[in-house]
């Protein structure tokens, strides 16, 4: 029995239907949303059972909260970006709700201690809800007002001039309105603190985005051969220099290492996809490690974060000393493989449990597994990132997309690097899960952003309208003879036989 030919063998021709509908996949959007809301219900559980020995009226409002947040959040997707990659908003919603399980952990905890001590406690997990209300109402204003991300080309300069002023604002203010802990980064207002680096990040990557569609060719143009490497001309060194000044400008005026090592990650990040040139990033890496041992030689902030870093223990009780990442060591310790289990650690005397160090809780009470499952989950969020950005048919789209899902990755591996010692600890947050409404908001609008390249990127081509007939010129038109009946109603005689 023979197969019957295929239209392009018999002679036809076989194509594809590229207009067919392509699945938005939203219903799958809500069903990991679903599951993300069980597992952070059976966390609130966990931590009510293991604290308190009871359960609470505070879990239905807390779940409630996280429900209709949420789903607001899809349905806005489901309007206005309907192609967008489902797995994106479900990552980030386990996040979210993981960092204020955390976060509602630790409140009970401090909360016994303030009662023992009779002082006054006010609890950071209704604030944490609070920030995320806003947070999402941010995420749908882009949604809406980002129609299409290649518009952000047109204000590329000026998002550059905003993101350097936000980042310059906090170390020309006096100490008493931008230091925090030893770093001036934030804006303190009445009632109200921002950090203004977390919004510039997004500025600058927008910038860098859409210099580097314009000015492609001068990092593709090569200068002299030294060792078997193409180095770059002199003269096109600028960007990377530039920014090299402002995150070394950042670790000297603003005493923050963690901003300015993932602000210059970001940047080299975005050169080499936009070159595909290691070059770049090996003398941009050169730049950066100068620029620290210079820091490290003029500045003692910079000599007590290494000295930390080296051997927390020897500088345990010293004023700024290890004793923070000594107490994290410690909590990851007692965690181990399986963790203490939600509710049953001691990860409140860490200092800044819930924001810096959150990531010591979580490892102490869910152990190396469950650490390992949410830094699994932040991979799955940047590799749908990526995997957009790779889709995406603009060349800017592709840049700001791989910056954005880069930001994520660069700005978890600071926070946790520096809370298990593998490098020196910095003061940044990690995104979605630490208590802070700057980071939040910020990484919400970051969201929002990759949610509209891949909509892009997933979004079918228009159908093509279908051309008109071609007009057959007068001249070569055919002619037809029609008869007309005689007068009378008689036959016509030419047409009988």
Not at 38 to 59: D, G, K, M, R, Y
Not at 237 to 256: R, S
Not at 385 to 394: F, K, W
Not at 450 to 463: E, G, N, T, V, W
Request: net charge positive.
């Amino acid at each position: 029995m023979t197969r019957p030919p295929l239209p392009e063998q018999a002679g036809g021709v076989y194509q594809t239907n590229p207009q067919r509908e392509l699945p938005t996949r939203r219903g799958t959007e809500l069903a990991m949303l679903g599951f993300a809301a069980f597992i952070v219900t059976c966390a609130f559980v966990l931590v009510q059972a293991n604290q308190e020995q009871e359960l609470s009226f505070s879990i239905v409002w807390y779940g409630l909260a996280y429900l209709a947040l949420f789903a607001i959040a899809h349905f806005a997707v489901r309007r206005w970006a309907p192609y967008a990659d489902p797995l994106i908003l479900p990552c980030v919603a386990l996040l979210n709700g993981l960092g204020l399980v955390m976060i509602y952990r630790i409140d009970l905890a401090l909360e016994e201690k303030a009662i023992q001590s009779e002082v006054n406690f006010s609890a950071s997990a209704p604030k944490q809800v609070l920030f995320t209300a806003i947070a999402l109402a941010l995420f749908l204003a882009v949604l809406l007002l980002v129609k299409d991300h290649r518009t952000l080309t047109r204000y590329g300069y000026l998002s550059g001039l905003l993101g350097v002023i936000a980042l310059a604002l906090p170390a020309i203010l006096p100490a008493s309105l931008s230091q925090v802990n030893g770093a001036k980064v934030w804006i303190k207002l009445p009632g109200v603190s921002i950090q203004p680096g977390e919004f510039a990040k997004i500025l600058l990557m927008v910038f860098f985005a859409s210099f580097l569609v314009t000015k492609r060719d001068l990092f593709m143009v090569t200068g002299r051969k030294m060792l078997g490497v193409e180095l770059p001309r002199a003269r096109d060194l600028g960007p990377i220099l530039i920014a090299a000044v402002v995150a070394l400008g950042i670790l000297m005026f603003e005493k923050d290492l963690g901003q300015s090592l993932l602000l210059f990650g970001i940047v080299l990040v975005m050169v080499y996809v936009a070159t595909e040139r290691g070059i770049w990033v090996l003398l941009g890496v050169a730049f950066f490690m100068v620029g620290c041992v210079i820091a490290y030689n003029l500045f003692t902030h910079v000599q007590q974060r290494v000295a930390n870093w080296i051997d927390p223990l020897a500088t345990y009780y010293d004023q700024g000393g290890g004793y923070q990442v000594a107490q994290g060591l410690f909590g990851l310790g007692t965690g181990g493989v399986g963790g203490t289990g939600l509710g049953a650690g001691r990860p409140e005397i860490v200092p800044e449990a819930n924001s810096d160090f959150i990531t010591a809780g979580l490892g102490e009470e869910l152990g190396f597994v469950g650490l390992a499952a949410i830094l699994i989950v932040y991979l799955l969020l940047a590799t749908r990132g990526m995997r957009s950005a790779l889709a995406v048919r603009d060349t800017f789209g592709k840049l700001l997309g791989a910056g954005l899902s880069f930001a994520i990755i660069m700005q978890l591996f600071v926070i946790v690097g520096g809370v298990t010692k593998l490098i020196p600890m910095t003061g940044i947050t990690t995104p979605f899960i630490s208590y802070g409404g700057s980071s939040l908001l910020a990484n919400y609008i970051l969201v929002a952003l990759l949610l509209r390249i891949s909509d892009a990127a997933r979004r079918p081509a228009p159908k093509a309208r279908p051309k008109p007939a071609p007009q057959v010129p007068l001249a070569e038109a055919g002619t037809v003879m029609v008869s007309r009946p005689p007068a009378g109603g008689g036959t016509d005689p030419r047409s009988e036989s």
